[in-house]
C-alpha cells in the first residue's frame, strides 16, 4: 500500500517510538535509518543516492525546525486533557491533528519522491515490486492463511502489551476489557488483501507513465489524493467500525484507570514531548 512508499519517514519513526526504544536516538540516526529501509525494496544507483541523500537532509532539516514543535505542543496539550480523562470529542480532535501531521510529511515529501521514481529503471521497478510481492506473500499468511481465533489471540497479545507500555500493568477487569473488544472486532484480511492487491496494480500502471513526466505525475498524484482507492465498500464499513470499537475501548479503559495509571500515561506523552522539542533545537 502507499504507506510502504509515502510514509516511511513516520513508520521508521513511530515504529522506534512505540516500542519504547530512546526516540532522540533512533530519530538522530534517521539520516541512515531511512535510506537502509528504502534499499530494502530499491537499490539505488548513484546518481539516483546523490538525489536521494542531498532531498533527505533538507526534509529531515525541514521536519526537525518545523514538525517536532509542533508534536511536542501536541503531546503536552494531550497530556492535560489526558490528566483529566479524555472525551469522545477530544480523541477526535486528536485523530484529526494526527492525520495533518502525516498528511504534512506526505505533502513535503511527495514531490521529491515523484522525482525520484521518474529516474527509476526498469529493473528497478520489477525489483520493487518483487519486494512487495513478498510483503504480499507474509501478509497472506498473517492475516488469511491463519485461523479467525489464532489472529484474534494474537491481537489480543498486541493490544494488551501497547496498552501496558501507556498505562503500566493492567488490571483483570481491563484485560477482560480488552478480551470484549477483540470478541467484537471485525477481522479484514480479505479485504485489505484485495484493497494491497488494486493499489499496486495502479501504482504499476502509473510508474509506466514515468517517460511522460506530465501524464506520470497528473497520475502519481492523482493516486496518492485517493486513501480510498482499492476500498471496497465492505472494507469501508468495516474500517468504520473498528474505528468506533477502538474509541469505545478507550473510553471504557479510561474510567477504570487507577491515579498511578493515569500518571504513567501522563508521564510518557510529556517525556515524548520533552524528547521532541530537545531535539527541535538540535542543529
Known amino acids: 500500500m502507499s504507506s510502504r512508499l509515502l510514509r516511511f519517514t513516520l513508520v521508521v519513526l513511530l515504529s522506534w517510538l512505540l516500542t519504547g526504544c530512546g526516540v532522540r536516538f533512533v530519530y538522530n540516526q534517521l539520516d541512515w535509518l531511512i535510506p537502509w529501509y528504502l534499499e530494502d525494496y530499491v537499490e539505488l544507483e548513484r546518481d539516483q543516492e546523490a538525489l536521494f541523500g542531498q532531498r533527505l537532509q533538507a526534509y529531515l532539516a525541514w521536519h526537525r525546525t518545523d514538525q517536532l514543535p509542533r508534536y511536542a505542543a501536541f503531546l503536552h496539550q494531550v497530556a492535560d486533557q489526558a490528566e483529566q480523562g479524555l472525551t469522545r470529542p477530544d480523541i477526535a480532535r486528536i485523530e484529526a491533528q494526527t492525520e495533518q501531521f502525516a498528511q504534512a510529511l506526505m505533502d513535503r515529501m511527495l514531490n521529491d519522491l515523484i522525482d525520484l521514481l521518474a529516474t527509476a529503471t526498469d529493473g528497478q521497478i520489477e525489483q520493487l515490486f518483487a519486494r512487495l510481492q513478498q510483503d504480499n506473500e507474509e501478509y497472506r499468511r498473517e492475516y488469511i492463511e491463519v485461523s479467525a481465533d489464532k489472529q484474534r489471540k494474537q491481537r489480543y497479545k498486541e493490544v494488551i502489551k501497547y496498552a501496558e507500555r501507556w498505562t503500566g ?115
Request: charged share 30%; hydrophobic share 40%; proline share 3%.
Open 169 to 283: 500493568r493492567l488490571s483483570s477487569d481491563q484485560a477482560q476489557q480488552i478480551a470484549e473488544w477483540v470478541r467484537q472486532f471485525e477481522l479484514m484480511g480479505p479485504e485489505i488483501e484485495s484493497a494491497r492487491l488494486a493499489w499496486q496494480d495502479e501504482f504499476r500502471r502509473v510508474l509506466a507513465l514515468r517517460s511522460d513526466r506530465p501524464v506520470y505525475e497528473a497520475a502519481f498524484r492523482k493516486l496518492i489524493s485517493d486513501p480510498d482507492f482499492g476500498r471496497s465498500e465492505a472494507l469501508k464499513r468495516k474500517l468504520a467500525y473498528n474505528s468506533e470499537l477502538a474509541v469505545d475501548l478507550y473510553l471504557q479503559l479510561d474510567k477504570t484507570l487507577t491515579p498511578k495509571q493515569r500518571g504513567h500515561m501522563v508521564k510518557k506523552l510529556r517525556s515524548y514531548a520533552d524528547d521532541f522539542q530537545l531535539l527541535s533545537a538540535q542543529i
